[in-house]
């Protein structure tokens, strides 16, 4: 890109660790010569009580969304830059229309970036009501693409598939010297839960972490086929862990349509081999040799057993694994350079 002088604003959470800091990053890194500005939504969230932060992630209610709303403004006014080439609203589910409205009309380029369900499981009716104000809109979700085209027209909606950290997500662990069993590193759902229980009933070690595990871990506190990590891992440990294991499973979660998540290419970016549910997504992403397809618990446990014993054979899927997703540019930093070549020439002259 041609980096001419041009004023960006990124809105939205930028703590270390998340995915939304790395977006911004991106950004900035794309546009060296721009002034680069960034108004954290997760200060004025964090500033409140469990209770008033709960309603307003559950219910998009209550004092923390006029907060993060006055917040932002005040911090525009602060910045005091007349007018924006682009701003670019990450996750913008707490930010209201009359806010919106605002910031529309102080940016040549209003974007919103969103890699969650937003009609099908974090609703937000201001995001809905916000919507059209936008000039372009980005979803990971591609089942939800009709509902984005009720409120934009289909060329301002843009499909992107979840992606990876090129500089964070990165093989760490040799193979000869990775640990015996499958990780897996989510949040708990009954379906997930069913699926281990049968793993270690098959001897296979499973090693979890993730909120909502807390109950199945005492349950199951004296088998040794379970090894729970607690709550959450994160960054670099994250990465350390996702690296250390012979597999790691990339369940997609059945609360929500999706047919493929982060996981699908963060893992074989770590060098571990992909163990994934088969169907049109995750197909079109790897070949049989790049992954570990299954469309059963069963199955999953053949194919686990099988590459125990065939070391050569599921190296060769590690291998060509994360060779798949570098030579097809899921990591962040393809994605998001791709985004703007779809956008609006007047983004490209900069």
Partial sequence: MNNQKMNILYIGIYENGSTSKMRGEIIKSLFPDATYNVIDTSIPFDANIRLLKSLAFRFKIGPVINKINRYVISKVNNLNIEHYDLIWIDKGIFITKETTQILKNKSSQLVHYTPDPAFTFHKSRHFRSSLALYDFAIT????????????????????????????????????????????????????????????????????????????????????????????????????????????AWGAISKWIPELHTTRTFEIPACGTALITERNKETESFFKEEEAIFYESVDEMIDKITYYQKYASSLENITVKGMERVHTDGRDYESIINNIFEKLDLSLKNF
């Fill in 140 to 247: 990971t979700k591609e089942y939800e693409l009709s509902y984005f085209e009720k409120y934009l027209n289909k060329e301002n909606v843009i499909y992107v598939t979840q992606g990876f950290d090129k500089h964070l997500h990165r093989p760490i662990t040799r193979f000869k010297d990775k640990k015996e069993g499958i990780l897996f590193i989510g949040h708990h759902e009954k379906e997930r839960e069913a699926n281990i229980l049968k793993l270690m009933k098959a001897k296979i070690p499973v090693t979890i972490a993730g909120i909502k595990w807390e109950r199945f871990a005492s349950k199951n506190k004296n088998n040794k086929y379970l090894t729970y990590l607690g709550r959450g891992i994160y960054g670099e440990d994250y990465v350390k862990h996702l690296s250390a294991y012979e597999f």
